[in-house]
């Protein structure tokens, strides 16, 4: 949210943020990605993302692109960011020039609102926004390859509020664990 985005290191255990670095105000911060060094973090509707030094989160960079920010994620060689819509853009790091786009279908239909992404094991997660499914994407063809289905996890009815959604992924691959 405006006013209250920031990049954190958070303790599991306690919830307590151990590193953190405030955006400014006038940034909503959305996805972010940890690649080598360096940590990318999205802007939702200004065009920009951060580049900070993972070790000190220290801000060492800055890019611009086109549209809206929404989850970010990386292959071996390209940055993958989500806009909202049913296209996943593939980047180049250094200069974040598209270099390829992807239409995301399944059996033929598109599917929007991507939001939240994660490359796990050669395949792109994609949290779809609004709702308690993950699309698991190929990323050669942009089709699902499948669903994971997390309705059991905070089940709707519990929900306090529209906007207290399922929003975000993360995947430990020490453990396998997602």
Known sequence: ?????????????????????????RYFGEGITVWGDLIYQLT??????FIYDRQTFKQVGE???AGEGWGLTHDQTSLIKSDGSDQLQFLDP??????KRLAVTDRGRPVSQLN????V??????NVWQSDFIAII?????????????????????????????NGIAFDAATGRL
């Not at 939240?116 to 490359?119: I, P, S, T």
């Not at 094991?121 to 994609?126: D, P, V």
């Not at 996890?153 to 509020?161: C, E, I, K, S, V």
């Open 116 to 119: 939240e992404l994660e490359y």
């Open 1 to 25: 949210r405006y006013g209250q985005s920031a990049l954190r290191l958070v303790d599991l255990e306690s919830g307590r943020a151990v590193k953190s670095q405030t955006l400014s105000r």
């Open 121 to 126: 094991n050669g395949w792109i997660y994609a």
């Open 138 to 166: 190929s990323p050669q063809t942009g089709e699902v390859g499948g669903w994971t289905d997390l309705r059991t996890l905070f089940p709707a009815n519990q929900r306090p509020h529209n906007d207290a959604v399922l």
């Open 44 to 49: 939702w509707k200004h065009g920009r993302c």
């Open 94 to 99: 250094r200069t974040f020039r598209m270099t």
């Open 63 to 65: 890019a611009e692109y």
